[in-house]
Every structure is written in C-alpha cells, then in structure tokens.
C-alpha cells in the first residue's frame, strides 16, 4: 500500500536548472523519477528491509533536494522549455552536380552521422537512428526519446546525444543510457575519448564527465553558441564564437586559445591538429600544439561541417549553400560541387566516399574519387539510388532488461554485479581473471542494488582505469 508520493520542482529564470524530482513510497520500496519538466524522466527503484527505513530513505532524498532548492509543485503546470536547434538557413547550391551514388531520406533534418568500416549511423531530429552498409542497404532502426543532436564513437561504441539531455549507447540490441547531462545545460555538441564526455553548450560553455557521468569540471569560454567540442588524449578543443580554445583533460586549465574570423560552428580533429569551420565561410586547420594555424581553407558561404581524409591529406567543407568543397592540405581548393539534397550538418570520408548528413534529413554517399569528381564536373554523373526503409520498425530505448537463470553455456559472457556506494550505484566484475576493484561502466537507468548481469564482453578503458561493458545485457535471477 502506497504511503504517499512527493513531487517537487526546481525552474531557475534566465535560461538555468528546469527540473523535477519525484519521489514514491510504496512498502519498502522507493521509486524516484527526475529529469527535465516536461519529459518522462529516468526512473529508480530500490527496496528496503522494511517499510520504516524505506520512509526514512525518502525523507532524506526530499531533504536533500529542497536544500538544493527544489519545492512542492503541480506536476503539470509548468511546461518544457524548448529545445534549441540549429538555424536552417540552407540555398540551394548553383554548382555542378556531386556524383551521388545513393540517398536515403531519414524523415527529418539530421545532425548525427558515423560512418565505421562495416555500417553507418544517422541520427534526425525525430529522434531516429538508422544504421546502413557502405552500398546503402538498411540494417536497423533504433527509436530515442528525443531529436539526436549527434553521434560519435569512441573505440568499439557508438553514443548519440539527445536533446533529452541524455547520451545513449547503441551498442546492443537496444538503446541504453549511458550519461545523464546536467538538465540546465542546453546542449549543442558532444565528444567522448575513452569513456570521458565533453559537451559543448548553447551559452558557450564546456562541461566533462567521467565514465560514470560524474562530473570533473566545467568552464565558461568568452563567445557563446559553441558547436565545437572534440576529446583526445592531449584534452578538449572548444570551439565558440570567440574562437578555439584547447583545454587540459584532467583539469580543465586552458592551454591555448586562438581567435577566428566568425563564429565557430564545427570542429573536426585529425592526431595533430584541430579543425574550424565558421560562419565566415573558412575552415581553420590548427597545430595542436600550441594553436597556431597551419592552413586555411576558403569556401564562398558559411562552413556548417567539415572533415578530412586521413592524416588531413584532403579536406572537405559544406556550407550553407548546400555545396561541398575538397582541397588540399595547403588550402589550394580543387573542387566544389552542389549535393542535390540540402546542407550537409555533419559529414565523414571514408574510402573515397564522403557522407553527408544533410538539412532536408538525406543521408548522402558521394563518389569523391578523382575520377567520379573529374566526370561530374563534365555533367557526368552516376545512376543514383533512393534507399527506403520500408518495414523497419523503431527498437526504443528501454530500461527493461531481459532476465535469465544462468550463464549461457554456449555464449558464455561477463558476469557483473551492482553496488551500493555511498550515494551511487557502481558495477564491478565478479567473474575471475578480472580486477573487482575496478568500476565498470555500465547503462545508468538500469543499476539495481544486488543484482546481478551478464553482458557479451568486458573490455578495460585505455587507461587501465575501469572496464567498459559492450553487446548485449541481462540480469541474473
């Protein structure tokens, strides 16, 4: 029998915290739902031994949270805020054709794109993620709770930020959280480099998280509306509208800053060097080092993305004009073609393919071979074909798990087990041949205290310092 449920609410004026907290007291059980107003949340149980200490439990969350400054509230009244997107202000582009080999139409404008050697992942604003092979035939469809403002890899996984404010790992059979973003952070761009997240913020901030989303540090850069972030053993590169500026990773001291004409509006990264594309229509490529600039590259609009072959031996633009650009690494432009399809958000080069994602929510390949190049310019161009994906059904990101009774004797697996750490829930590996002292870091919205998982693999981050749970995930009876 339920003993009573409190709702309280924390909305800051000028743009700060818009959040809610719940917590729920039935028996011995304790159910707390948080997250933006106006969204579902994440959702928490944990039981007691007795009802007694489970009121006691809730009293102290409550308490805690209305020392923070949340209050007693409506559930209802007060409404989402609105996501901030990025300005479409795409033309349609007045150059030659690019020989577009394929073109799938995801439904809606796209930011995310990651292109791996065996798939590539698109992410629109319906929150849609769809994996295809390099010939574009279409794998998988995953469903988010949110548009997708962007998807990265790091090693073996794949995350894609959302504008729930949530980062999920799409590395399963289905969408798990794997970090929680502070809800008064308006997010516009983020990066991961062996379980450490940076994101970049409307306000022209950048904020890092460890691999189990607690936070490291965070600092207020001097532009606003940074799109730029990108994470490297070397630490953070923000770009903004000042400019970019390279962060420590541990610390978050600056190491340099270096100003650009216009404001930064996305960032690429190769070993050595950082690059700029901004709203003055110029890409910046910059030494890592210490920011000087090594080369720039003109284009004749705004540069909405950019990217490089490996080692930067080329480097691609496309801006608002719906055109894309190569040049080479000393700035000589050597082609400049129209993409048929809108501007490209994001964009990846792989094996002599360039992949778009676009404003009009295409995802494109490009035949960037010289000889594909040399043909179109002559208004040659390759048949096209429209990718569909007709029958493929959204798996949604859940916090179900599947439960088994044992260890599958055939695909064998990675036995971990879920801890009560102070205030946070840690996962550490029980099977042997493994460091149990070490953290793993492992979906949020599905800890509970005791139990027991089976995941495919666990591999050790980088730098030795925690394991990274990937594939599939089940709990133990």
């Given at each position: 029998?339920?003993?009573?449920?409190?709702?309280?609410?924390?909305?800051?004026?000028?743009?700060?915290?818009?959040?809610?907290?719940?917590?729920d007291v039935d028996g011995t059980a304790v159910t707390i739902t948080y997250g933006r107003i106006g969204e579902r949340g994440a959702v928490r149980t944990t039981s007691y031994a007795d009802a007694a200490k489970a009121r006691n439990a809730a009293e102290k969350k409550i308490g805690e949270k209305v020392r923070k400054g949340y209050a007693p509230a409506v559930k209802g009244v007060r409404q989402r805020r609105p996501i901030t997107r990025r300005q479409i202000t795409s033309t349609r582009s007045t150059a030659q054709q690019a020989p577009v080999l394929w073109r799938f139409a995801s439904g809606a404008a796209a930011f995310g794109i990651f292109v791996g050697e065996d798939r590539v992942w698109i992410g629109n604003e319906r929150g849609d993620v769809y994996t295809l092979t390099h010939d574009g035939s279409v794998t998988g469809r995953f469903g988010l709770p949110d548009g997708v403002k962007c998807i990265v890899a790091d090693d073996f996984w794949i995350y894609a930020g959302c504008d729930d404010g949530r980062v999920y790992d799409l590395g399963g059979k289905v969408p798990r959280v794997a970090y929680e973003i502070a809800s008064n952070v308006d997010i516009y761009w983020l990066d991961i480099d062996d379980g450490v997240l940076g994101v970049s913020d409307r306000q022209g901030g950048i904020t890092v998280v460890d691999h189990e989303d607690e936070f490291q540090w965070s600092r207020r850069s001097a532009g606003e509306s940074a799109w730029m972030v990108r994470?490297?053993?070397?630490?953070?590169?923000?770009?903004?509208s000042g400019g970019v500026t390279h962060y420590r990773a541990r610390s978050g001291d600056p190491v340099w800053h270096t100003d650009t004409p216009g404001d930064v509006l996305f960032?690429?990264?190769?070993?050595?060097?950082?690059f700029a594309g901004t709203s003055r229509g110029e890409v910046h490529r910059l030494a890592k080092s210490d920011g000087a600039e090594i080369a720039r590259y003109?284009?004749?609009?705004?540069?909405?993305?950019?990217?490089?072959?490996?080692?930067?031996?080329?480097?691609?633009?496309?801006?608002?004009?719906?055109?894309?650009?190569?040049?080479?690494?000393d700035g000589t432009r050597l082609w400049k073609l129209g993409t048929g399809c809108g501007s490209a958000f994001s964009m990846q080069y792989h094996d002599e393919r360039l992949y778009l994602v676009t404003t009009d929510g295409s995802l494109a390949c490009i035949d960037a071979s010289p000889a594909a190049v040399h043909a179109a310019e002559q208004g040659v161009l390759p048949r096209r074909s429209d990718v569909k994906a007709d029958g493929w059904r959204r798996v949604e990101a859940t916090a179900e798990v599947e439960t088994i009774a044992g260890v599958p004797a055939h695909t064998g697996g990675v036995v971990v087990e879920c801890v009560q750490d102070g205030g946070r829930l840690r996962v550490h590996v029980v099977s042997e041949g493994y460091d149990s002292r070490l953290g793993v870091q492992f979906p949020k919205d599905i800890r509970v205290p005791g139990a027991r998982y089976v995941v495919t693999e666990v591999h050790p981050s980088a730098n030795g310092g925690f394991y990274r749970a990937r594939g599939e995930i089940k709990r133990l009876l």
């Open positions: 029998m339920s003993t009573g449920t409190t709702y309280l609410e924390l909305s800051e004026a000028g743009g700060g915290a818009h959040k809610f907290y719940e917590v994470c490297a053993t070397e630490g953070v590169f923000h770009g903004h960032g690429w990264q190769e070993a050595g060097e950082v003109r284009c004749d609009a705004a540069v909405f993305s950019c990217a490089t072959s490996p080692d930067g031996e080329y480097v691609f633009a496309g801006d608002s004009h719906s055109s894309v650009y190569c040049f080479a690494a």
